[in-house]
């Protein structure tokens, strides 16, 4: 799942050439303001290991919307700073594991939604077999960006991942949610009645109603 906010800084160089581990297309997509605002947030990500493909996707985002460069740089910076504190928490949590980009994006956005990291060192050891966290991760942050509490968002997804629900199907979660939100349901049956659709057993043991 991509990111869906649209960032905001910062300053500095030009881009080195493709030879140095740039991409042309992303180079060439930049004009000189755009790179001098840039360049240095994305040394700096590089240096710190973080997922610089998703810093430059909103870089052209914020071209292709004719955003000033001003305010690209300083929407980067501000994600950057996300990122590395995405980062830093996964690193804590999990010392020995080899982070994905996905995993630190999916952190990032879930702490956007007010989700705790004491939260996700939760579902972080609920894992059997020390799989990828993003896609758990990322349907925990947009059930709670429909609305569904933390507590009971961050109960589903540990119960999906301890049980070692394929992927797959959890991913499906949030757009069967909106299916049956979409269909008159209140938040907590439409979850409900989402994890019927999808043969997940939910952790509650609840029915849908109605």
Do not use: Y
Request: hydrophobic share 45%; net charge neutral.
């Amino acid at each position: 799942m991509r990111l869906r906010w649209f960032l905001v800084a910062g300053a500095c160089m030009c881009f080195p050439p493709a030879a140095d581990g740039q991409e042309p297309d992303f180079a060439s997509s930049l004009d000189v303001a755009t790179r001098v605002a840039v360049q240095s947030i994305l040394d700096a990500a590089t240096r710190d290991s973080l997922p610089v493909q998703a810093l430059r996707s909103k870089v052209l985002e914020g071209v292709a919307k004719n955003v000033s460069p001003t305010r690209i740089g300083q929407a980067l910076a501000a994600l950057a700073g996300e990122l590395r504190s995405a980062r830093l928490a996964l690193r804590a949590g999990l010392p020995s594991q080899a982070l994905e980009d996905g995993e630190v994006v999916a952190v990032a956005m879930a702490a956007r939604q007010g989700i705790s990291f004491d939260v996700l060192q939760t579902l972080w050891e609920s894992r059997p077999n020390g799989g990828s966290l993003e896609v758990p991760v990322t349907v925990l942050g947009e059930l709670v960006r429909r609305g569904i509490p933390v507590e009971e968002a961050a109960a589903l997804m540990t119960h999906v991942v301890r049980t070692s629900v394929p992927l797959s199907l959890a991913a499906q979660i949030p757009g069967k949610f909106d299916g049956a939100l979409s269909a008159g349901r209140p938040p907590t049956a439409a979850l409900l009645e989402a994890l019927r659709t999808l043969n997940i057993p939910n952790p509650s043991g609840r029915r849908p109603s109605g």
